[in-house]
């Protein structure tokens, strides 16, 4: 199956910072996700973004298919950011089935 | 409002034990997910269901069965529960491009 590579797996910022998470992915995909997960375990969808950049607020993504990365840029970092960044994907065929990485750990202090 | 509604939030089976997780959305979405999440292992598929009176296999399906009793409902049962099924087990339903999860339920077998 598909095989999808987050890094870095953990990254601790002060806040204010910026960070770049990256997203690699093994085959071609229909759908490309970013999630987020707070300190209390509750998922929720970011961004849709299978090609091409995306904003919403400090945050951004972009997706170059032909290399197969996704790349999710977080500005201005607050402490309210922390948590686990999962990338998910949709190969063609899998009918909405995501596969998701591993994650990135992100622990941003005051 | 409530989105995606996870029942129990948190149990605990001893080795050979049943039970059932229960899942309800109020989206009227027709795609519905069973998901566990372990550390450092991100999220696998355990079942999915396209539509009421569809199930399919994900990545991680031995050891459960599910039930898509209506259009509301999918839920996840441990027929003989193990150590190895120690987990936190998210519900998720989608529309389009959109994935909604619920809050899940943490389940520890002993």
């Known amino acids: 199956g598909i095989q999808v590579e987050q890094s870095p797996p953990d990254l601790i910022l002060q806040e204010g910072a910026n960070s770049t998470l990256r997203c690699n992915f093994s085959?071609?995909?229909?759908?490309l996700q970013w999630f987020h997960q707070n300190p209390w375990g509750q998922l929720i969808n970011l961004f849709y973004i299978p090609s091409g950049t995306k904003q919403n607020g400090r945050l951004s993504a972009t997706t170059v298919a032909t290399e197969r990365y996704s790349l999710l840029y977080i500005s201005s970092s607050q402490t309210t950011d922390s948590g686990v960044y999962f990338c998910a994907v949709d190969p063609p065929g899998s009918n909405y089935k995501l596969t998701f990485g591993k994650g990135t750990l992100l622990t941003v202090n005051p | 409002n409530a989105g995606v509604t996870q029942t129990p939030k948190f149990q605990v089976l001893k080795t050979g034990q049943s039970m059932t997780l229960q899942c309800a959305q109020d989206m009227n979405h027709n795609s519905m997910y069973w998901y566990r999440q372990d550390p450092g292992m991100g999220l696998r598929l355990i079942y999915y269901?396209?539509?009421?009176?569809?199930?399919d296999k994900g990545e991680v399906p031995n050891g459960y069965n599910v039930s898509r009793l209506n259009k509301r409902e999918f839920s996840l049962r441990l027929e003989s529960a193990a150590p190895s099924q120690t987990s936190v087990y998210f519900c998720?339903?989608?529309?389009?491009?959109?994935?909604?999860f619920g809050s899940g339920t943490r389940l520890t077998v002993v």
């Open positions: 998720a339903s989608r529309t389009g491009y959109g994935y909604t």
């Open positions: 085959d071609s995909v229909n759908n």
């Open positions: 269901s396209a539509s009421e009176g569809t199930t």
